[in-house]
Antibody, heavy 119, light 107 residues
């Protein structure tokens, strides 16, 4: 059974940093693109970042470029999102997801971790 | 960036009704479109990929159609467990983008 478990969310002040983690199990992690998708309270879904199987390609939504960094450790079956210079508008539930590049769809999702940016 | 516009933003329907949700892309995306269902407090669930392919385990009352810029998600006979919010997502190019969502409510 595929499992994705996010952690690392919490309350942080504007300008602060946070590192999210996603522990993957139940599938061959190193064989798949991985993604972060977020959802602000009461709002829709927003794709944040993608990373290729070997980490050689990374893509970001413009609003986080230069502030967020996606990375992975295939030996630990883990995905990460380093978030710096956080803003109030980054407040959201952050989901990690398995991205199937053959279809462009997010096939499996974690339960999400809430990041709140507030003073 | 490709903008995804869903309509309606909400729909009230009864159990057994046929429900149709539309999604329009701001430019052609071929069949690079997925549909998701999300219930309150839960992660989204993939229903349809490649515009019309049913994800494994998803009931056959869900179907998708369209290509280019106009797409449709149809629920042929609404069931109680189908009351949720539905999102479309384009996968033609980065940045990947979602529609604003359609909430299916009980009439």
């Amino acid at each position: 059974e595929v499992q994705l478990v996010e952690s690392g969310g919490g309350l942080v002040q504007p300008g602060g940093s946070l590192r999210l983690s996603c522990a993957a199990s139940g599938f061959t992690f190193s064989s798949y693109w991985m993604s972060w998708v977020r959802q602000a309270p009461g709002k829709g879904l927003e794709w944040v970042a993608n990373i290729k199987q070997d980490g050689s390609e990374k893509y970001y939504v413009d609003s986080v470029k230069g502030r967020f960094t996606i990375s992975r450790d295939n030996a630990k079956n883990s995905l990460y999102l380093q978030m710096n210079s956080l803003r109030a508008e980054d407040t959201a539930v952050y989901y990690c997801a398995v991205y199937y590049d053959s279809s462009g769809a997010f096939d499996y999702w974690g339960q999400g971790t809430l990041v709140t940016v507030s003073s | 960036d490709i903008q995804m516009t869903q309509s309606p933003s909400s729909v009230s329907a009864s159990v057994g009704d046929r429900v149709t949700i539309s999604c329009r892309a701001s430019q052609g995306i071929s069949s690079w479109l997925a549909w998701y269902q999300q219930k309150p407090g839960k992660a989204p669930k993939l229903l349809i990929y490649a515009a019309s392919s049913l994800q494994s385990g998803v009931p056959s009352r869900f179907s998708g159609s369209g290509s280019g810029t106009d797409f449709t998600l149809t629920i042929s006979s609404l069931q109680p467990e189908d009351f949720a919010t539905y999102f479309c997502q384009q996968a033609n190019s980065f940045p990947l983008t979602f529609g604003g969502g359609t909430k299916v409510e009980i009439k």
